[in-house]
């Protein structure tokens, strides 16, 4: 079977409107190649974004944290702006990735950045590659052809209003948890962690949003999602470089990159109607792809050449 799939309409019984929009993608083998071929694009711009930005970040007094002194700080530092630049550019390919491809495949394929650190990591800090960085490189390129290859086609609907509000309601309260707690909990080194992946999930689902309500000239909901992805990713920052100031790259880059990938695909469900009829194999090289990711994902990320390099030791 072919990766790419043709695409068809859904019964009319089945069309959603406003506010349940239809996405229907009508395209060709190379819609679905541009779209793949956008998110690693996207994937590396935010990692290489994240790497620049958080050499600054450490340099920071650890007082700022959460503060929005901190951004004050960071944003007077022409690399953190940089880096900031790389992430902007890097949110408008990842809106054109998930225009032409299915958010089950756009959302693994933004892990492949990870590939990006690891080779900058072993070249500019000198660290070898053993044999967990070769375990993990097989299983982010095998996870992500395998989701590539048993992908349904790209006709996704939006859940129901409440449905979509309650999901970001979830999220958002979570994010924002280190914000809302006080004292020594608000600056917990796993909830920190956990709170940034969240919050740049909760920006990869209204990206997603986003780029279908644009498709489609809807407007006024594009402007709303394009707030809380703008919103939400200003917060994921500025929670994740005070969790890098209070914990181990080691432990901080995993587990963020694991949360902000595989939350939305587990809350997809609940924000988007996709056609699942549609995929390979009753959908195990789609699961097996996103296990085989997650693993490799984790396995990169906790590499020494990775994780210093995502927590800013490459002046060190």
């Given at each position: 079977?072919?990766?790419?799939?043709?695409?068809?309409?859904?019964p009319s019984h089945d069309r959603l409107h406003f506010p349940l929009h239809l996405h229907v993608h009508h395209g060709s083998h190379l819609d679905f190649a541009l779209g793949l071929?956008?998110?690693?694009?996207?994937?590396?711009?935010?990692?290489?974004?994240?790497?620049?930005?958080?050499?600054?970040?450490?340099?920071?007094?650890?007082?700022?944290?959460?503060?929005?002194?901190?951004?004050?700080?960071?944003?007077?530092?022409?690399?953190?702006?940089?880096?900031?630049?790389?992430?902007?550019?890097?949110?408008?390919?990842?809106?054109?990735?998930?225009?032409?491809?299915?958010?089950?495949?756009?959302?693994?394929?933004?892990?492949?950045?990870?590939?990006?650190?690891?080779?900058?990591?072993?070249?500019?800090?000198?660290?070898?590659?053993?044999?967990?960085?070769?375990?993990?490189v097989l299983g982010i390129t095998m996870g992500i052809g395998l989701v590539a290859y048993g992908a349904p086609e790209r006709a996704e609907a939006h859940r129901s209003p409440a449905?979509?509000?309650?999901?970001?309601?979830?999220?958002?309260?979570?994010?924002?948890?280190?914000?809302?707690?006080?004292?020594?909990?608000?600056?917990?080194?796993?909830?920190?962690?956990?709170?940034?992946?969240?919050?740049?999930?909760?920006?990869?689902?209204?990206?997603?949003?986003?780029?279908?309500?644009?498709?489609?000239?809807?407007?006024?909901?594009?402007?709303?999602?394009?707030?809380?992805?703008?919103?939400?990713?200003?917060?994921?920052?500025?929670?994740?470089?005070?969790?890098?100031?209070?914990?181990?790259?080691?432990?901080?880059?995993?587990?963020?990159?694991?949360?902000?990938?595989?939350?939305?695909?587990?809350?997809?469900?609940?924000?988007?109607?996709?056609?699942?009829?549609?995929?390979?194999?009753?959908?195990?090289?789609?699961?097996?792809?996103?296990?085989?990711?997650?693993?490799?994902?984790?396995?990169?990320?906790?590499?020494?050449?990775?994780?210093?390099?995502?927590?800013?030791?490459?002046?060190?």
């Amino acid at each position: 079977m072919s990766v790419f799939h043709h695409h068809h309409a859904i019964p009319s019984h089945d069309r959603l409107h406003f506010p349940l929009h239809l996405h229907v993608h009508h395209g060709s083998h190379l819609d679905f190649a541009l779209g793949l071929t956008a998110a690693l694009v996207a994937s590396a711009l935010f990692n290489g974004g994240v790497a620049l930005q958080a050499l600054d970040a450490r340099e920071a007094p650890a007082d700022q944290g959460l503060k929005l002194a901190l951004l004050g700080r960071l944003l007077q530092r022409r690399r953190w702006l940089i880096g900031g630049a790389l992430g902007v550019v890097g949110f408008g390919v990842q809106l054109l990735a998930l225009a032409n491809a299915p958010f089950v495949v756009v959302q693994p394929a933004l892990a492949a950045g990870l590939l990006l650190l690891l080779a900058l990591g072993v070249k500019v800090l000198g660290e070898s590659v053993g044999r967990a960085e070769v375990i993990g490189v097989l299983g982010i390129t095998m996870g992500i052809g395998l989701v590539a290859y048993g992908a349904p086609e790209r006709a996704e609907a939006h859940r129901s209003p409440a449905a979509v509000t309650a999901v970001f309601i979830l999220l958002g309260l979570a994010s924002a948890l280190p914000f809302l707690l006080r004292g020594r909990r608000a600056k917990s080194a796993m909830l920190l962690i956990v709170a940034s992946g969240l919050a740049f999930g909760l920006g990869n689902i209204a990206s997603k949003l986003l780029s279908d309500d644009a498709s489609s000239r809807t407007w006024l909901p594009a402007v709303i999602w394009l707030v809380v992805a703008v919103g939400s990713g200003v917060a994921a920052v500025l929670i994740q470089m005070t969790a890098l100031q209070q914990a181990d790259a080691t432990k901080v880059v995993p587990i963020s990159f694991a949360v902000q990938t595989f939350v939305p695909i587990l809350l997809e469900p609940f924000f988007l109607r996709e056609s699942w009829r549609t995929v390979a194999g009753l959908g195990l090289p789609v699961f097996a792809g996103l296990a085989l990711s997650l693993v490799g994902m984790i396995a990169v990320a906790r590499s020494q050449a990775v994780s210093r390099l995502a927590a800013g030791e490459a002046a060190s």
